[in-house]
């Protein structure tokens, strides 16, 4: 499984660099990640950073390869003991992004789908215990791009997660906000 992982950001990362410039950009944003559900009864409000890179078809038309860092956590008191228990996701996702009104102005709707590497881990009674594991995921969503100038641009999005687990799914919405480079 390791190899699969380190294969797609080999193929992410080669796209970036194949491709001629002009027609690709660079998104760095941070968030709060909102869990929905049963992953919701466990854990409160979680936070994450995200890479996106752009390859636009055509200025309506992108796709999209995502990577980034979630994490989500949450402590109770058992026995007079601090009892901690931690999630974190590593998301390598692909898509597409259509832009509704390329321009100043750009509002976009989403859809991307990949793999998350999972760990999650416990602590407490002088004890700690963690377990990483790769799962299918998808997200959908929308956003806009904002210009700052010709080059840059004010990104913000939310978006609809889920990620496949063993007998349930860990579902959450993400709002992020960051910048957008044109390249």
């Known amino acids: 499984m390791k190899r699969i992982v380190i294969g797609l950001c080999v193929v992410l990362l080669l796209a970036g660099v194949s491709f001629g410039q002009g027609n690709m950009g660079v998104s760095v944003m941070g968030g709060l990640t909102f869990p929905m559900?049963?992953?919701?009864?466990?854990?409160?409000?979680?936070?994450?950073?995200?890479?996106?890179?752009?390859?636009?078809?055509?200025?309506?038309?992108?796709?999209?390869?995502?990577?980034?860092?979630?994490r989500w956590s949450d402590s109770i008191t058992f026995f007079g003991e601090k009892l901690t228990i931690s999630t974190t996701s590593i998301p390598l996702l692909g898509g597409v992004r259509y832009y509704l009104m390329p321009g100043d102005l750009s509002p976009y709707a989403g859809a991307e789908l990949g793999l998350h590497i999972l760990s999650t881990g416990v602590s407490g009674f002088g004890e700690s215990e963690s377990e990483s594991e790769v799962e299918f995921g998808f997200g959908f969503g929308g956003g806009v791009l904002y210009a700052l100038n010709p080059n840059l641009y004010l990104d913000a999005n939310l978006k609809y997660n889920s990620i496949s687990g063993e007998g349930s799914s860990l579902n959450f919405l993400g709002l992020f906000v960051g910048v957008y480079i044109h390249l």
């Not at 890179?53 to 390869?65: D, R, V, W």
């Open 37 to 70: 559900g049963d992953f919701g009864d466990l854990y409160g409000t979680g936070f994450g950073l995200n890479g996106v890179f752009q390859y636009y078809i055509n200025p309506a038309l992108a796709i999209t390869g995502t990577t980034g860092f979630m």
